[in-house]
């Protein structure tokens, strides 16, 4: 006697959700972003992280404001694409002085940062990784650097695709991004 056909229930993809629908989100104690509509939840980066965010954010910071050259945010959402919408959210952005809308968005800005900043963390891979730099990229930012404290590196990427990797003795340079900004890898680790 031949065997039953067995039926294997169809999964509904899952819905998708929207940069305003992402601003309600809060899952406790961790990080949430949007690719292409889906949410990606992820945990709170670790101390190490913490500090090599900040002491970037500080140095660059302090050289933005001397110089009058725009504004240093950390961890601000920035929507990159829409239908289906992508959010993300750097550790460290910097927008130029002429590109910073008056008055601030009080929500995600609708616009990518001239720097992206990312901090790499234990559990990051590097596939996804890469994709956070070719979402910045394609969106408009010009130069995103992720540091990589484990290996004391910094990788470099530029809109016009050339890519650097810099170790602890070279120095990140702001470009014509930041002018004159310039920071030695080795003192962020």
């Not at 940069?19 to 889906?38: I, N, S, T, W």
């Not at 130029?96 to 720097?115: Q, S, W, Y």
């Not at 956070?132 to 590196?153: F, H, I, Q």
């Amino acid at each position: 006697m031949p065997a039953e056909p067995t039926y294997v229930p169809r999964m509904s993809p899952p819905a998708l959700l929207t940069a305003d629908e992402l601003q309600h989100v809060y899952v406790p104690d961790k990080r949430v972003e949007l690719v292409r509509g889906l949410l990606v939840v992820r945990e709170l980066p670790g101390m190490r992280h913490a500090r090599v965010a900040m002491d970037l954010a500080l140095a660059l910071g302090a050289h933005v404001r001397a110089a009058a050259l725009g504004r240093v945010y950390a961890e601000a959402g920035f929507k990159l694409a829409s239908n289906p919408d992508t959010v993300r959210g750097p550790d460290v952005a910097f927008i130029r002085r002429d590109r910073i809308p008056d008055p601030e968005p009080t929500g995600f800005a609708h616009f990518a940062p001239d720097l992206v900043v990312e901090v790499i963390s234990p559990g990051d891979r590097a596939g996804e990784v890469l994709a956070k730099v070719a979402d910045w990229l394609s969106a408009g930012t010009r130069l995103v650097w992720v540091l990589d404290p484990a290996r004391r590196v910094a990788r470099v990427y530029r809109d016009d695709g050339t890519e650097q990797i810099l170790t602890a003795d070279e120095s990140l340079d702001g470009g014509d991004v930041v002018p004159g900004f310039s920071c030695p890898v080795g003192e962020i680790f």
